[in-house]
């Protein structure tokens, strides 16, 4: 029993430890994604309920979203930007709960990549 070398049994449990962590990581940001993508779905149950309820159609666009968090509509003096800037302010407001749902999930991404590149030179330094 002496002559039993302890560590690798303690790099292993290490690396155990290191996978359990990932796992446990990739699953919570899983669960998050999940919600993400989900929220958009209650928008257009939202609006058949007030359909049903009263009986017109009310649509939705992302300046009600964009107002309520108190962003300003853009005004330029080019009446083509302008134009695309109203047609880009007035999209269905489930269009632009998935294209921030999208982004979101993209800089969630994009993020965790870069985080653990520098783990990663980080731990060849050290």
């Known amino acids: 029993m002496d002559d039993i070398d302890p560590e690798p049994f303690e790099l292993r449990q290490k690396r155990v430890a290191a996978e359990l ?46 107002d309520a968090i108190l962003v300003q509509r853009p005004y330029v003096s080019w009446v083509g930007i302008q134009k695309i800037i109203d047609s880009a302010w007035d999209i269905p407001l489930i269009v632009f709960a998935y294209i921030t749902c999208i982004l979101i999930w993209l800089l969630i991404v994009v993020a965790d990549e870069f985080l653990s590149r520098i783990m990663a030179l980080l731990k060849r330094v050290i």
């Open 21 to 66: 962590e990932k796992a446990q990581s990739r699953a919570s940001s899983e669960e998050f994604l999940s919600l993400l993508f989900g929220i958009p779905i209650f928008i257009p149950i939202f609006q058949s309920w007030q359909w049903l309820r009263y009986g017109e159609w009310h649509p939705l666009t992302s300046a009600v979203v964009l």
